[in-house]
């Protein structure tokens, strides 16, 4: 893993300014896809910062700078999570609009989950079936904010899942990131990066949130009051993150997630709104920012 190339670590700081206020939030897309809802990987139609591009700068903090940028590249992954009770997995895209398709290996309300843009869709289960006359899915949208913004639904849930948020927070101001070794993950070998931060510090580097989304991201990552949190990151050989694990203990609870994300080498991923004639319109519905 050492030969890799090396560009200006000017290059690559000067597009992660200028490219990452549009990450990680979803919130600021302002309308759902015409038709069905769906976002799909594609090939993009104007060119996108290099992947490959490294900072000379190959101290832990500059490799997570270039991490950063390579997640914000990457636009989207599979998923593989499990946050305290919850578990699940499926494609999360984190760029250019918001998308998630979740199915949970954990008992749930509901066993799958959809998200495209602003639209959220639950169900897929023989039990919403039976509660909605036989179809299968209940889609709903949540209240505007105070500015009549409309919301991401389950963002609370994207937000601990986003990578580039992960990475945002690690590479924060005040930040001592180190390297911890390489380790054999699967069938590759990868870095293994610490930082040390807090709750307040991880919600307040995500500048591109919203007040509330930061609010319910920095009660999600502290249970029982807890004032230290821990970043472990694996990088492979492209400075993509492949595992995301935040710990940390309050008085009376503990912090411990754990996200794997693969198929991050342009495999097809989708997040497709199920028919409408299997779907039922249940309106506006309140989701908790916290919720999982």
Not at 210 to 224: K, M, N, Q, V, Y
């Amino acid at each position: 893993m050492a030969a890799r190339q090396r560009l200006a670590a000017v290059a690559v700081v000067a597009l992660l300014t200028s490219g990452l206020s549009g990450c990680g939030g979803g919130g600021e897309t302002s309308a759902t896809p015409s038709g069905s809802p769906s976002l799909s990987t594609a090939s993009p139609s104007t060119a996108s910062p290099s992947a490959q591009a490294k900072p000379t700068d190959r101290s832990p903090h500059g490799v997570l700078l270039s991490a950063q940028l390579a997640m914000q590249t990457a636009r989207r992954a599979k998923v593989s999570y499990r946050l305290g009770p919850d578990a699940g997995s499926g494609p999360l895209f984190w760029q250019p609009k918001t998308a998630l398709q979740i199915k949970r290996s954990t008992p749930a309300e509901a066993e799958q989950l959809i998200v495209v843009d602003t639209v959220a869709y639950q169900g897929g289960d023989a039990a919403t079936a039976a509660r909605q006359g036989g179809r299968h899915w209940e889609r709903f949208t949540v209240p505007p904010d105070a500015d009549g913004h409309k919301e991401v639904p389950y963002a609370g849930l994207i937000d601990l899942l986003n990578p580039v948020e992960a990475l945002t927070a690690a590479t924060a101001e005040g930040t001592d990131p180190v390297f911890v070794g390489e380790e054999k993950f699967e069938d590759s070998t990868v870095e293994h990066y610490r930082v040390a931060t807090t709750a307040e510090k991880y919600a307040a580097a995500q500048a591109q949130l919203t007040a509330a989304r930061r609010d319910g991201l920095r009660a999600a990552l502290s249970p029982g009051g807890s004032a230290s949190l821990t970043l472990d990151l694996w990088l492979n050989d492209k400075d993509q993150l492949v595992r995301l694990q935040r710990t940390g203990t309050g008085d009376s609870g503990r912090q411990d997630d754990s996200v794997l994300y693969t198929d991050l080498a342009g495999a097809l991923l989708s997040a497709q709104a199920p028919a409408e004639s299997d779907t039922v319109d249940t309106g506006v519905r309140t989701v908790s920012p916290l919720a999982r």
